[in-house]
């Protein structure tokens, strides 16, 4: 068995990570450009500025790698890869700066439709993003976001300002990108809460209203093309307990059903499971949800399954309080004896992705797509020039085998976009040094570099397995 003909090849990136121009042609400043640097030990707790001091710090989103003005360059390398498909989001804040405009904003439009038509050009499929930690600021700081149901509206009209304006261009979206950080503490900030401290129920509120508003892109974006693919997108932490003792065993099931199958199950199924509601009942979390919100949630479910990958965790009944506590994509576990780790600490698990592809889909049976994996690592340029990346080559061979073992099973899965398919800032630690691209950026921590491409040993490799839709592997 092997990738279907029309597999969807590509790599993925999000505009505050790679864009900068922060305050250009109108953009108004979204969560992230509040975001100073970080460090490799920053995790989710990077330094979040109310009032942005571009005098005494650093904001790696306002320069990124400067692809808002270097787009042509960029697509021009991924199409010399041979993608097919190229997940990019957009910035809220080019459209609506503020958020709560009553017009959008022209030039934020524009430069959009140039870059579609530059992909177009090239026969490349964009897949799009509507929400990638970029909600505007300004709905944080007035509204507290999506706790306040104006914004459910606010989204609303920009996400149909977007699907009227592309859609003869765009046939793949994504509502919000890994919606299900919204279940953690550190999600809050994401939905827009951080003026002050937030309830649990506060929390889950937000996150109903964010349902909501997908929900109602949804359908919206139905009635403005039938043709259009409008999907979730979830960070999926795959989780074994780390031993078989049925408490170890039973702690992981409860902690995956809350992090992992809650939001697919309100997105997909189109209503809430019965463990979040015991969940809120037990822990007095009491959220306004009508009937009308019901209605939404069953109509306005999603036509394919999106998720990131990158490692696996272990669950052990006493988790809160083990020392052996592995780093992670937005979630940490106990270690697995069994997987190395990345220089950042995340679990390098290649037959995870088969396990995991085979959950999802056995839970949903609607296509799904891998829109994010890859290994963060420090690369090294040599002295004529070269990156040999071999490291993260075999990451990623490692990780195609797995889901075509996965296709074999009988998972529908319709595509597979890398994550910083060209070098961008880690949105964790807010570092250029921890690079994930085919592409090398010469940028470093601090922002210095002359943002110059170049391409890695794993350029020319991944363009070889596009080229034989996954057959070839060979370095
Ligand atoms: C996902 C995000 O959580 O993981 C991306 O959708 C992010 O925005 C990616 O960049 C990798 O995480 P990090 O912290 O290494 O950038």
Excluded at 67 to 83: C, P, T, V
Aim: one cysteine or more; hydrophobic letters at 35%; a negative charge.
């Amino acid at each position: 068995m092997s990738f279907p003909k029309n597999f969807l090849w590509g790599g993925a990136t999000a505009a505050n990570q790679c864009e900068g121009a922060w305050n250009v042609a109108g953009k108004g400043d979204s969560i992230s450009d509040h975001n100073r640097a970080g460090d490799r030990t920053s995790g989710t707790h990077r330094a979040f500025d109310l009032v942005i001091d571009t005098e005494k710090y650093y904001y790696p989103s306002h320069t990124g790698i400067d692809s808002y003005h270097r787009y042509k360059e960029d697509i021009a390398l991924f199409a010399e890869m041979g993608f097919k498909v190229y997940r990019l989001s957009i910035a809220w804040t080019r459209i609506f700066p503020n958020g709560d405009e009553e017009s959008p904003n022209e030039a934020g439009l524009q430069y959009y439709d140039d870059l579609f038509d530059e992909l177009n050009k090239y026969g490349i499929e964009p897949l799009v993003t509507i929400s990638h930690f970029e909600l505007p600021f300004h709905l944080g700081k007035k509204y507290d976001g999506f706790l306040d149901k104006r914004t459910i509206g606010f989204y609303e009209k920009y996400a149909t300002t977007l699907f009227e304006r592309y859609k003869d261009k765009v046939k793949y979206w994504l509502t919000f990108n890994e919606i299900n950080f919204g279940t953690m503490e550190h999600g809050k900030k994401i939905n827009g809460l951080f003026n002050r401290e937030y309830t649990e129920t506060e929390q889950y509120q937000a996150l109903h209203n964010v349902f909501i508003a997908s929900a109602k892109a949804v359908i919206a974006g139905h009635k403005i093309n039938p043709d259009f693919k409008i999907g979730c997108m979830l960070a999926y932490i795959t989780m074994y307990p780390k031993t078989c003792r049925p408490e170890d065993v039973l702690k992981t099931q409860q902690v995956n059903e809350k992090f992992n199958f809650l939001c697919g199950d309100v997105q997909v199924k189109g209503a809430y499971p019965y463990f979040a509601k015991r969940y809120f009942e037990k822990n007095n979390i009491q959220l306004d949800i009508t009937a009308e919100d019901k209605a939404l949630l069953k109509a306005g479910t999603v036509d394919y399954y999106t998720f990131s990958y990158y490692m696996t965790t272990c669950i052990a009944d006493d988790l809160d309080k083990r020392e052996d506590k592995t780093g992670g994509n937005l979630f940490g576990g106990v270690a697995n004896e069994y997987l190395e780790t990345s220089d950042w600490g995340w679990q390098i698990d290649p037959v995870g992705l088969r396990y995991t592809l085979n959950q999802i889909y056995s839970r949903y049976e609607v296509p799904l797509m891998v829109v994010e994996n890859g290994l963060g690592a420090f690369d090294q340029v040599e002295a004529d020039g070269t990156i040999n990346d071999d490291y993260r080559i075999d990451y990623f061979k490692r990780h195609i085998v797995e889901m075509n073992n996965a296709i074999d099973d009988g998972v529908d899965l319709i595509g597979y976009t890398p994550w910083g398919c060209i070098d961008l800032i880690s949105a964790g630690t807010g570092e250029m040094s921890k690079r994930y691209g085919f592409i090398y950026v010469d940028r470093d921590d601090e922002g210095n570099g002359s943002l110059e491409r170049s391409r890695k040993k794993s350029f020319y490799w991944y363009k070889k397995v596009i080229e034989s839709n996954g057959e070839d592997l060979s370095v």
